[in-house]
């Protein structure tokens, strides 16, 4: 699975869009991109992933580049529950075990 | 709520005593996975279940740990002669497999503590 590098933190006043980035710059055509999210003492959840096209569910949307080496998770209006570590994942579709870095602690300000 | 369930939730033993943690999955579900967290880190892959069936095991799950999952529904995670080291947050996950990828859908975790 490729690497993923994420910034370790990032800040975003409440309700506006939290944009957090994630370069995978050596994935290949057959990995996703899955992105999950771990709030204290709980644990992580998933939120959404993709292959080549942009994805929004409702919680979230995915945008990734025409090259695929960096992708951009938003969170259209933040609230302070989303305050939370963000896992950004790149994996091969049948890889069972989801590596998980050190992510990004997105604090939402008040 | 029918999301995954861990118990205990904490579980605090002395160095040397034999631990062991259940997890209950979603019950469609026919994966079921294991992963540790230490402060400040990702959960790390243990090893996972396909049914009754233990398809992989990471060199991070020692000879002291055993899993099973009996009926292919919930599983077991054994640590024999528990190690300071051994203290962490352990994390149970169960999935669908479906064409187009799939989700990992994760416990509260059971958090040890080995004194």
């Known amino acids: 699975d490729a690497k993923t590098t994420q910034p370790p933190s990032m800040d975003c006043a409440e309700g506006r869009a939290a944009n957090l980035p994630c370069n995978h710059s050596t994935i290949s055509g057959n990995e996703y991109v899955y992105w999950y999210r771990q709030i204290h003492s709980q644990g992580p959840q998933y939120i959404i992933h993709g292959l080549k096209n942009n994805e929004t569910n409702e919680m979230a949307s995915l945008i990734i580049t025409e090259d695929r080496k960096s992708s951009t998770l938003i969170l259209p209006h933040a609230t302070l529950r989303d305050t939370a570590v963000y896992y950004c994942?790149?994996?091969?579709?049948?890889?069972?075990?989801?590596?998980f870095g050190t992510g990004t602690r997105l604090t939402i300000i008040p | 709520d029918t999301g995954v369930s861990q118990n205990p939730r904490h579980k605090i033993t002395k160095r040397g005593q034999n631990v062991t943690f259940r997890c209950d999955p979603i019950s469609e579900h026919n994966r079921l996975y294991w992963y540790r967290q230490t402060l400040g880190q990702g959960p790390e892959f243990l090893t996972y279940f396909q049914n009754e069936a233990q398809l992989e095991k990471s060199r991070l799950l020692s000879d002291r740990f055993s899993a099973e999952r009996p009926k292919g529904s919930f599983s077991t995670l054994e640590i024999q002669r528990t190690e300071q080291g051994d203290s962490a947050m352990y994390l149970c996950?169960?999935?669908?497999?479906?064409?187009?990828?799939?989700?990992?859908?994760f416990g509260p975790g059971t958090r040890l503590t080995v004194t």
């Open positions: 996950a169960s999935s669908l497999v479906w064409s187009s990828g799939y989700e990992q859908y």
């Open positions: 994942i790149a994996q091969f579709f049948g890889n069972e075990k989801l590596t």
